[in-house]
């Protein structure tokens, strides 16, 4: 703004053209900035890079992201200090009026001192002459969320691949996909689609609404009540007139439906933190410790069904990486932190299982053998990235049935759910724990040691792998060096040894 008054005065342009002036800056600024986050996703507030980054377009099916550096690469704390150094601070001088590229605040011995740096990496193999694209949108929303966002923020109507496609793309119709649980409705071959916009209009607000709730208020036990209910339970949608008079329309969320996926993070998040109020608030008995723990399973079966349920859009939305990547990394920290935790004592598992466990070895891929030598990451590069991939997918499907019960154990909703990446017996049929209820009290049981062992070394080894297949396509999306990729390996290693 102060060049731009600058420019003015040199120009010898009168007062009046103040407001335009201004409203020009700001237009300049709102189509060009960027919102800046930190590690872990938390906003700092908007900035504007130069133009090499600034003329990037955007996409929902991009072939690039982007992410932010804040520090040299030996410095990782983020304290007051660091903070007060992150200061954006405007520059002025004669040359440029003010605008000051971000390359150049990291010129030098000024370097990164005022600014984090952006770098943008690709995520598809991009043709010479193809278009870079990012995203400016979260791409887990369906088309019409999308579209206007892209307008309400940026003024324009997007007419991407992904956008313009007929019928729409696989993953769009599955973002928005419910299911019917009143088979006369079914049967009277009514089409759903008529009914699938007002359902989800309604219901994304309810669920919008209860999510703002807990984040402004902080109750995560109405919270999960509230949205298990309605997971679970599925919602009315209206009368309908059919030859013996009215029925109404019960509807559920498709699990790849965006509020499903959303009512899962959140889920997650809730669990974890009541199973840390939980400790908290209540005595350490070993009563309150079981039910923290419980908390802390249901969280981790959230997150797992999350990443399963995304993983399976990825595959066909290869832009989805960046989700996936969060979503893998969260399943597999909560998971190890299932592990780990010293409840097990309570259930005849002593800790000293734990060195048993990390020694342990996948015999169907190779994801578990790497650490030691982090050569995965270099693998990731050289080997077909598909073969990977397959490989770590048939071993978390094969090992979760093994402790999926055991680990939902307690929650309704995710009861109905076979394993975390089966998605085809769906909410129809409750596929509760017949076999063995892993909860008894008599837990020196030999019989229940037996299932919690195996139960612990399936957690331990899906865990690991899910942390493992984050941190690859954390490599691919971010780099070698990256947050994600230094986070991730610093944790299964400290679990490690
Ligand atoms: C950061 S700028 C991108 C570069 C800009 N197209 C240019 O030529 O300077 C953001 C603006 O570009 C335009 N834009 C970006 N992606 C677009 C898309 N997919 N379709 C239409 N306009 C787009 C919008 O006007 C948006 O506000």
């Not at 206007?148 to 940026?154: E, I, V």
Request: glycine share 4%; charged share 20%.
């Amino acid at each position: 703004m102060a060049a731009a008054r600058k420019l003015r005065k040199g120009l010898s342009l009168d007062q009046s053209d103040d407001v335009s002036l201004e409203e020009a800056v700001l237009c300049l600024v709102v189509t060009n900035a960027v919102e800046v986050q930190d590690e872990s996703g938390r906003s700092l507030g908007i900035a504007v890079y130069d133009p090499s980054f600034s003329w990037i377009n955007h996409s929902c099916s991009p072939n690039a992201c982007y992410r932010f550096i804040f520090s040299p690469p030996n410095a990782t704390s983020f304290g007051e200090d660091s903070c007060s150094a992150l200061r954006i601070v405007p520059r002025v001088s004669e040359e440029n009026f003010g605008v000051c590229s971000c390359s150049e605040y990291n010129k030098g011995t000024e370097g990164y001192k005022y600014g984090p740096k952006i770098m943008v990496r690709s995520i598809k193999r991009i043709k010479k002459g193809e278009e870079v694209c990012v995203s400016y949108t979260d791409l887990l929303q369906p088309k019409a969320m999308r579209q206007s966002y892209l307008w309400f923020n940026h003024q324009f109507t997007c007419s991407c691949s992904r956008c313009t496609v007929s019928p729409s793309t696989f993953v769009d119709h599955a973002l928005e996909e419910i299911l019917a649980s009143n088979p006369s409705f079914s049967s009277a071959g009514l089409d759903l689609n008529l009914y699938r916009d007002e359902a989800n209009k309604k219901l994304s607000h309810y669920v919008d609404e209860t999510i703002t709730e807990f984040l402004s208020v902080g109750d995560p036990e109405s919270c999960c009540k509230k949205l298990e209910s309605v997971l679970e339970g599925g919602f009315h949608v209206e009368q309908l007139e059919s030859e013996d008079g009215k029925s109404r329309l019960n509807c559920k969320f498709h699990p790849f439906n965006h509020i499903a996926l959303n009512s899962y993070m959140t889920l997650a998040s809730a669990y974890r933190i009541r199973s840390s109020d939980f400790l908290a608030f209540h005595s350490k008995t070993d009563e309150s410790q079981l039910k923290a723990f419980e908390m802390s399973r249901i969280s981790a079966g959230f997150s797992l069904l999350l990443a399963g349920a995304t993983h399976h859009l990825f595959c066909s939305e290869s832009s989805l990486i960046v989700s996936a990547v969060n979503f893998w990394k969260q399943a597999g920290e909560s998971l190890l932190t299932i592990a780990g935790s010293s409840v097990w004592n309570l259930l005849g598992l002593p800790i000293s299982e734990l060195s048993t466990l990390v020694k342990y070895k996948c015999s169907e891929c190779s994801l578990m053998d790497i650490f030691g030598a982090k050569s995965i990451l270099n693998q990731a590069e050289r080997t077909n990235f598909e073969n990977i991939s397959s490989d770590f997918l048939a071993c978390v499907r094969s090992a979760s049935p093994k402790f999926w019960r055991f680990l939902i154990h307690g929650c309704h909703y995710l009861e109905t759910f076979k394993d975390p990446f089966d998605f085809r017996c769906l909410a129809h049929a409750r596929c509760v724990a017949e076999d063995v209820d892993f909860i008894k009290e008599d837990s020196n049981c030999e019989h229940h040691a037996e299932s919690y062992t195996n139960a612990r070394t399936h957690i331990y080894k899906v865990g690991m792998h899910c942390l493992v297949y984050g941190v690859i396509l954390a490599h691919i999306c971010y780099g070698q060096n990256s947050h994600l990729t230094t986070h991730v390996l610093n944790h299964v290693e400290n679990f490690v040894h």
